[in-house]
């Protein structure tokens, strides 16, 4: 029920479906063995899922260079398979190097995943090195597939400014958040390996997905331990619909086929909105795979969900215990970013009505709307249903209101900005410097003011009493917003 502007994750699900389905097709046609057509299978949902670049053309540069990674990671994993202890080394360096190269943005971040789950898959597959020629046939035919549906068949381009990167407290060393984020990952991953194999020396994979698969996309504490919680609930629901569906199917191949598609969709339509759909619909998929296996029975499902509770437990430790960010200081950050985003808008809006034609607040109004998505996903801790913490909820709750009301301010200004018959009058000089001062109060910025060079008009134009009454809004916003986040600065993500 979440909103689609666009019908942007209906599309790009309905496109997966398509995509996987090709690159299954495929090498069933070439005559691949059965692992082979699910690891094809796999590649091409990745490829998918996982590469998010700006634009297509980066897009497409960063799915041929997936091969490039994955190839060697996967001959690594089969050559290694009889050698426990070396292989659960290379595993836990996978892990690090995945994580660090999260630090190139996008492209990176999908180089690193696809290589981790290429280790991971040859676990799930027990791949040997006699496999690897039809398994690297599989991987490319499933590549060129997906990428002739992604990129052909049906491209659908979103426009979007880069994403906005990590906000430490500072860029070097162990502070890096990327770096941090390494150490933390495989730390979880060593602890859910060494624990997963006590639990189960044949599927102890699945603990080190777990806490590798925890710590995408997140940058605290709070963060890291509710995700652990909704993958753990995810898990737990798809685990009862396995034991419904998945077991009495016995990997019939049409009616199995027929639901992964399903729920293939399902993973990319709920991503965005909910990581606990998306995990109910991994883990029935999952369940199916070992169906079309032969090995799936509910003491398999029931050992699913104990290796989660390992991986989700190491990524807990691993936050608490090495280089922990808490809350406060993630958000801290975002919400200084956020708001140094709508002092730069409010000057390119103010520049614009004074007839500079080449100020454009459009870009800063789109990197807005990033930066208030990390402040909620930041703050989702405190938001959470079951967070004990009331004082700091509710303090939360308005933070993210004034927050929504600057941002929707903002907006608003820029419209009046495009509009070519507003200009800039003397009232709206005084009003952006009001607006200046708030922020400059609120920010944490050592950047020069932005709006005091803004020559007055001496009459009043059209547009300037819309302008106005944005501008006059904002401030009031940043007022409201100033009491919440310097009442007791550190009481509203202490501790979280």
């Given at each position: ?20 389905g ?9 005559g691949l ?9 796999l ?15 980066r ?12 190839f060697?990671?996967l ?6 398979h009889s050698t426990p202890l070396v292989?659960?080394?290379a ?20 180089l690193?995943?696809?290589?981790f789950m290429?280790f ?5 597959l ?9 398994l ?15 990129f ?14 990590p ?13 941090r ?33 925890i ?13 652990g ?14 034991l ?7 990997g019939a191949?049409?009616?199995?086929a ?14 965005a ?11 029935v ?27 989700a ?7 608490a215990?090495?280089?922990?960010v ?16 709508v ?8 520049r614009?009505?004074a ?23 930041s ?19 308005q ?12 907006r ?10 507003a ?24 950047e ?15 547009g ?21 986040l310097?009442?007791?600065?550190r009481?509203?993500?202490?501790k979280?």
């Amino acid at each position: 029920m979440a909103p689609d502007p666009g019908r942007y994750r209906l599309r790009t699900g309905a496109r997966a479906v398509l995509g996987v389905g090709a690159a299954v097709t495929v090498a069933e046609l070439a005559g691949l063995p059965l692992p082979a057509v699910i690891l094809g299978g796999l590649a091409a949902l990745l490829a998918l899922f996982t590469v998010g670049d700006p634009t297509v053309r980066r897009q497409a540069v960063t799915t041929a260079l997936l091969p490039v990674v994955g190839f060697p990671v996967l001959a690594l994993a089969t050559a290694l398979h009889s050698t426990p202890l070396v292989r659960d080394a290379a595993f836990l360096a996978v892990v690090f190097c995945g994580v660090y190269a999260r630090r190139w943005g996008a492209r990176g971040q999908a180089l690193g995943i696809f290589g981790f789950m290429q280790f991971f898959a040859a676990q799930f597959l027990h791949a040997v090195p006699a496999q690897l020629p039809g398994l690297y046939a599989a991987v490319a035919m499933a590549l060129v597939a997906s990428g002739l549906v992604r990129f052909g068949l049906w491209c659908i381009e979103r426009r979007t400014p880069p994403p906005a990167g990590p906000a430490p407290a500072a860029a070097r060393g162990l502070a890096r958040p990327t770096t941090r984020q390494a150490f933390q990952a495989t730390f979880a991953c060593a602890v859910a390996l060494g624990v997963g194999q006590i639990v189960s020396d044949e599927r102890w994979y699945w603990a080190v997905g777990t806490a590798w698969w925890i710590f995408v996309n997140t940058a605290s504490r709070g963060e890291t331990l509710v995700r652990g919680f909704r993958r753990v609930i995810g898990t737990m629901a798809g685990i009862a619909v396995g034991l419904l569906v998945a077991v009495p199917l016995h990997g019939a191949p049409a009616p199995t086929a027929a639901l992964v598609a399903v729920c293939v969709f399902g993973i990319f339509y709920t991503a965005a909105p909910s990581y606990s759909w998306m995990m109910f619909f991994v883990t029935v998929m999952a369940g199916f795979l070992y169906g079309l296996l032969g090995v799936l029975h509910p003491g398999l499902l029931a050992l699913r969900f104990e290796q989660t509770l390992v991986g989700a437990a190491g990524a807990a430790l691993a936050v608490a215990l090495v280089l922990p960010v808490t809350t406060h200081a993630a958000t801290d950050a975002w919400i200084q970013r956020a708001l140094l985003c709508v002092r730069r808008c409010t000057a390119e809006s103010a520049r614009r009505l004074a007839g500079d034609d080449g100020a454009d607040p459009a870009p800063h109004v789109a990197e807005l709307e990033l930066l208030l998505g990390k402040v909620r996903v930041s703050v989702a801790p405190l938001l959470h249903p079951l967070s004990p913490l009331r004082a700091r909820k509710e303090r939360a709750r308005q933070v993210m209101a004034h927050l929504d009301d600057c941002a929707r301010q903002a907006r608003g200004l820029a419209e009046v900005a495009a509009d070519p018959d507003a200009s800039h009058d003397a009232r709206l000089t005084a009003a952006c410097r009001r607006v200046e001062s708030a922020l400059l109060a609120l920010a944490a910025s050592e950047e020069p003011p932005v709006a005091g060079d803004l020559a007055a008009g001496p009459h009043h134009h059209p547009g300037a009493e819309r302008a106005l009454a944005h501008l006059h809004d904002l401030e009031a916003a940043l007022a409201s917003l100033a009491r919440p986040l310097q009442d007791e600065p550190r009481g509203v993500f202490a501790k979280v």
